[in-house]
């Protein structure tokens, strides 16, 4: 099994609906991520959660939410999808204790807004 | 807005010869990583450097570090065409540790 995965791996949905996005991670660590990538514009943090009752904005937060059920599950929610919020989206983790960490990503959820 | 900055944004090469992608950030940094894409797929660390380090080693990888003039350089070295991928910089901040991403340095090593 991957160390993060994503569900969907691709998503069409309609203006206007709801849609989740999970991510569930079994390196055991604290700390988890959403971004956004576009083309051009590399990933863009919208959310990170550094523990279960610790959640933070990122860089573009705004018609997104997030839940962290678990300390492996962090849940990505767009309340009312806009074609703009096409992209790919990507959940990461990573453990800051560890020497010369880095950050393990998911394969992606492709979403498609229409 | 991105703490790092690729250049350049694409890049072709020989099979063989090596490839040189630089980053620039603007702020005081924790330290900066580099990380491959291939086409769609989720990002790979590739290797982490300190801010008081200046140069870093793995297999065909050399990262510099320059913090006085704020960018980073990644070489990899004798190219193949499994090098074929976009390659980020990011960056942490000092006590701040989500990180921020470029937009990539797109590589492609012809056979």
């Known amino acids: 099994d991957a160390d993060v995965t994503q569900t969907p791996r691709n998503r069409i949905t309609k203006t206007g609906k709801r849609i989740m996005l999970e991510c569930s991670q079994t390196k055991g660590h604290d700390r988890m991520y959403w971004y956004r990538q576009d083309p051009g514009l590399g990933l863009r943090l919208i959310y990170y959660s550094f523990d279960v009752k610790d959640i933070n904005k990122g860089e573009i937060s705004d018609g997104y939410s997030v839940s962290r059920q678990a300390q492996a599950k962090f849940s990505l929610s767009l309340e009312s999808a806009i074609p703009n919020q096409t992209a790919l989206y990507f959940c990461?983790?990573?453990?800051?204790?560890?020497?010369?960490?880095?950050?393990?990503f998911g394969s992606g959820t492709r979403l498609t807004v229409v | 807005s991105q703490q790092g900055e690729e250049d350049p944004q694409a890049l072709s090469i020989q099979e063989g010869e090596n490839a040189t992608m630089n980053c620039s950030y603007k702020?005081?940094?924790?330290?900066l990583q580099w990380y491959r894409q291939n086409s769609g797929r989720g990002l790979v660390h590739l290797i982490l450097i300190r801010s008081n380090e200046r140069e870093k080693h793995s297999g065909r990888l050399r990262v510099t570090l320059d913090t006085s003039k704020k960018s980073s350089s990644l070489l990899i070295t004798a190219s193949r065409a499994a090098d074929t991928a976009s390659y980020f910089c990011a960056t942490a901040k000092p006590n701040n540790n989500d990180m921020r991403f470029g937009a990539g340095t797109r590589l492609t090593v012809k056979p």
């Open positions: 990461a983790t990573s453990d800051p204790t560890i020497a010369n960490y880095g950050y393990t």
């Open positions: 702020t005081s940094i924790n330290n």
